[in-house]
Structure formats: C-alpha cells, structure tokens
C-alpha cells in the first residue's frame, strides 16, 4: 500500500481542531457561546477508522486507513473509478455488512464507539448516519410520506407533527414551493434534480449527525447539480458531509478535506485548497491536473 500524505499534518490524521477551510488554529472561544454549544464535550471527530481494513472474498479492496472527520466539516472522496471510495463510504454507515464476501479489520468508531459493537442498533445507527445515493430513489409513495416515512419508523412524530415536519424539511431543501399544493402527488412526476432534493429532505428528516452522499449530482443537469451543492453546502456545521465524487470542481466547491484514493489506497489528504493547489505525492498531482483519469 502506497504511503498516505495529509500535507504535513501527521500521518493519515488531519487537524481535527482547525479552521476546516484554511487550516489555521482557532481563535479564542466565546464563553458563553461555548457554554450553550450542543456537542460540548463531545468528541471533536464524529468519525473515526483506525487501522480499518476492507475486501470481499479474497480480494483487498483497502487496507490501514486511519482517518479522522472534524464534526460539523465536508469531506471529498476522490480518485478513479475502482480506487474503493464507495465501499469506504457504504462501511460507515454498515450498507457493506450484508453484500456476499464482504470482511473488515479494524475499526470504525462514532463518537468514540465502534459502529459493531455487539449493542449497536443497526437502525439507530442508520439514522444518526444517513445517506444519500448515486440516483433518487423514492419510495412508491407521496411526496408528503416520503418525507416522512423515517420519521415515523423512528417514531419521532406522529399525527400532524408529521405535517410540520414535512413542510420544514422540503423548505429546508428548496422544494416546498413545488411541492406544497402536490403532496399527495406521486415523487416520480417531480424531475430528476427534484427527486433528488426529495431523498435528501428524506435523509434530514430524522435527525442525522453524519450524511454519506455517494455521487449525488452525477445523473443531475448543471442546474440542479448547483442547486444540491448549495444545499449541501448549507448544512454544515450542523452536519458532517462525506461525500465521494468523481467531479474535481464540485469536491473544490462544496468540501474542506479531500481525500484521494487510487489503486486499493488512500495515497493522500488534508485541507482541499492544499491537496488541489501543492499535492505532496505525484499520483495526486497527475490526478487533481486531469494528467490521469
């Protein structure tokens, strides 16, 4: 496996306490902003791998990826088709767990506990870590139910809570105007960039610390592509975003870190602005300058 790089930060771990965009020290602490802070004393990365390993069958996809994600940042997962950025991706959230052959070494801790553990909820897991897939996929039911529907498998709400919700999740996400006078319509009249916005209002609805998008834009025209960006721009620090995208310039735009993964390795990470602007390894290099596809 090739040496992973984060820019001088240490090896494979990225400054978790920094200015996500510039990589600087943070400046002193309002006292009374720090004193109502909803994730005082909680752990600074949401996520964590150390030493994770993955293959299915006899086949190593990845192997000692030690990797930290600073709560309330956006992640980029770069690098050709093949590299292992989507089975990374589908780990934290277990999506891998059920998929034939599929094995794991070492760990994935969120806030410090390990997602198999043998207490984990499976369920429980999936809604504090959400996700978001390549292509829309409504379920087979209103608009209005759609977003919904894990409100009301988590029994979050119930009855005309699940109005409200409703309507400040689709606000949320910019759709609530082409949806308010439809929402006993069928998702798959909305268009496709729609549908997206719907899964994504969906994915909100109940409550996540962590989102995995994989590919979210990619089957969306240029329009609704800037519109997902914004959104997903918009939902951090409430969120943290790990996102695997095979768009340089929308990892440029939307994300803080980046990461680039080629060949069954994470050959380098850091802050987006030095790994796109002074890559310290060439493949990365060669890569983020459109020299390798």
Not at 133 to 156: C, E, L
Not at 253 to 260: A, E, L, W
């Amino acid at each position: 496996m090739t040496e992973s790089s984060n820019n001088g930060v240490g090896p494979n771990v990225p400054l978790d306490r920094r200015d996500p965009a510039t990589g600087q020290a943070p400046g002193p602490v309002d006292p009374a902003l720090e004193a109502i802070d909803p994730d005082r004393g909680r752990p600074a990365n949401v996520i964590a791998t150390r030493g994770l390993s993955l293959r299915f069958g006899d086949k190593t996809i990845l192997s000692g990826i030690d990797m930290l994600f600073p709560r309330g940042t956006i992640t980029a997962l770069i690098g050709p088709t093949g590299s292992g950025k989507s089975t990374f991706l589908r780990t934290l959230n277990r999506m891998n767990d059920k998929v034939s052959g599929f094995r794991y070494g070492g760990d994935v801790l969120l806030d410090d506990e390990s997602i198999w553990a043998s207490h984990q909820d499976l369920l429980a897991l999936r809604r504090r870590v959400g996700m978001l897939f390549q292509r829309p996929n409504p379920f087979p039911m209103s608009i209005r139910d759609n977003v919904v529907a894990g409100v009301k498998a988590h029994r979050i709400a119930k009855g005309k809570q699940l109005d409200v919700v409703a309507e400040e999740r689709l606000r949320q996400v910019g759709l609530w105007d082409a949806a308010k006078d439809r929402l006993g319509d069928s998702p798959f009249r909305l268009s496709g960039g729609q549908q997206q916005l719907l899964c994504l209002a969906r994915a909100l609805a109940v409550g996540p610390e962590v989102l995995l998008l994989d590919e979210p834009t990619s089957s969306l025209d240029p329009i609704s592509t800037e519109n997902v960006e914004a959104m997903l721009k918009s939902l951090a620090p409430a969120l943290t975003l790990i996102v695997v995208t095979h768009n340089l310039g929308q990892a440029r735009r939307v994300s803080h870190h980046t990461m680039f993964f080629y060949d069954g390795a994470l050959v380098e990470h850091g802050p987006t602005e030095v790994l796109f602007e002074h890559p310290r390894e060439d493949q990365t290099e060669r890569y983020v300058t459109g020299r390798m596809g």
